[in-house]
Each structure stands twice: as C-alpha cells, then as structure tokens.
C-alpha cells in the first residue's frame, strides 16, 4: 500500500511546557511546545467492528508524548523531533508512517514572528538484503548475521530463505558460497542500514581485500521499496543483481513479485530471463549446488 493511501489519526496542537534549547534560560525556565502529527495506519477493521484495540489509541499517543517531551532535555528542536518518532513507531506497532511538527512560538527571535517549527516524515520501510558467505563456518555466519537484525529493535525480520549453494562468481578461484535472501522492514535510511549492514560483517571477520574474492560474510541491499539512489558508497537497487542468479533464486523464494524500480520487472521475470539467457547444455547454466535448507523465516 502506498504511503498516501493509507487512513490517518491527526492530532493538532498537543501543548506540553518542556525544557528544550539551545539557551541555558530554556532549559531551566521551560516554555511551551506544540505538537502536530499524522498517524499513518489502517482504521478499517477498527472502523468496522468499533474495537480500540485493533487501532491505535491516539489518548496514549498523546500521554506519550507528553511523557517523552519532559523526560528529555535537547538542544534543538530538530532532536526532539527524531527522537519522538523514533520512540512512537517502536511503541506503537500499528502506525505505518507519520508525519510529525514541533512548534516553539516562544523561541528565543528578537524579531515578530508566530511560531517556529521542525516538521519531519518518518516510518517504516521494506528492504531486501542478500547474504553469502565461503569461508569458515558459512552457516553459522549467515544465521548470525540474520539474529544480529532481530536484535536490533530498528528492523523487523520477516522472511528468510532457504540457504543456497552456489558456486563462486567473478572468476576468482575460491570455495563455493551459501547464499540467502532477507526480507526486512526498517527505520534506518538507506545509508543508516548500509552502516548496520557493515557493522555486523566486521563482526565476523570481513576483509575487503580482493573485489569478488572470498569473504566470511557479505551482506548487500539489493532493494528497498522504490527507493533509486547513487553514491559513491551506496547503488539502490543492487547495480547487477539481475545478472546474478545467487541473489534472485533465494530472492525469488520469498518475494517473487517485489519490482526492480528501474528495470520495472519482477523478480520472478528477471530470474525466467535470466535462466533463459544462460542456459547451457549441461543444464548447470547458473552454477548452483545442492540446496541447503538452514534457515526458517519469522
């Protein structure tokens, strides 16, 4: 479902007196802040069968953010901001998405003026990852590098694959490979997960010391939602993954119709051309081993 497709719960002007600011007068005296925000997320099934539990309650999003604004002591407004949509969306299991507006009308201008404000969008996000490794104890690896994303509250594991030998590609001469695919859903930035993603390899070891050499632990993006970006650290979607039979066959096992945003193709397509276009006659064409059932999704 599309993000502006979805129901919403507005609250509008929630005033909290809190101490935030860059001056030391504000965080003693305090002032009063006012917040806006739009809950992205499904009221139909609440709608329908007038239960407050299958919704979620705006009167505690509210004493949330009563309760968080004056707990905290930030600096700036822009702090505030993310740190409370932080907190709603791993509180609050059923917003999607929100949209959230700090107001300070008594900030510290010595010039007229009616209000100053933060205004920021923040939720959700669904990503596939790929996963292989050839040295050491390939499993092991894999399935750790899988429960360090559980562990970590900002990702939602939802399907893993079955794990996947193939042999190595690039033409260097190495060990074959176990590869998976995950599906997750995230808070983290592109950027922000590609960190996550880096931190557990080291974790176990990786050395980039030979491009497509071997490596105890590889962990890619290959796509997160419709997202198109390229940096110098960072291609969205994965540059060559529709060349590359180890990252479409586990893919394809958990999410035969996610769409290549620039290709426009799904992974089922690009897996069936792909076949088609490599085959050979000893029907070996993409390399593949013995599959290896080893991991079970969430």
Known sequence: MKYQERDRIIIENLQVYAYHGVYREEREKGQNFYINVVLETDTAMAGTLDDLELTTNYGEVCRFLDGFMKKHTYQLIETVAEKAAEEILLQFPRIRQLTLEIRKPEAPVKLPFESISVRIMRGWHRAYLSGGSNMGDKKRHLEEAIEALRADDKCRVLKVSDLIA?????????????????????????????????????????????????RTLDLDILLYEDCVMHTEELVIPHIDMHNRCFVLEPLRQIAPYAEHPVLHKSVGQMYDELEEREKSPDGNHFGREEENGGITGS
């Open 166 to 214: 193939t042999k190595p590609y690039g033409g260097v001469e190495q060990d074959v490979f176990l590869n998976c695919a995950v599906e997750i859903e995230t808070l983290y930035a592109p950027e922000m997960l590609l960190e996550k993603l880096h931190e557990i390899e080291q974790v176990h070891g990786r050395e980039r010391k030979i491009h497509w050499g071997p």
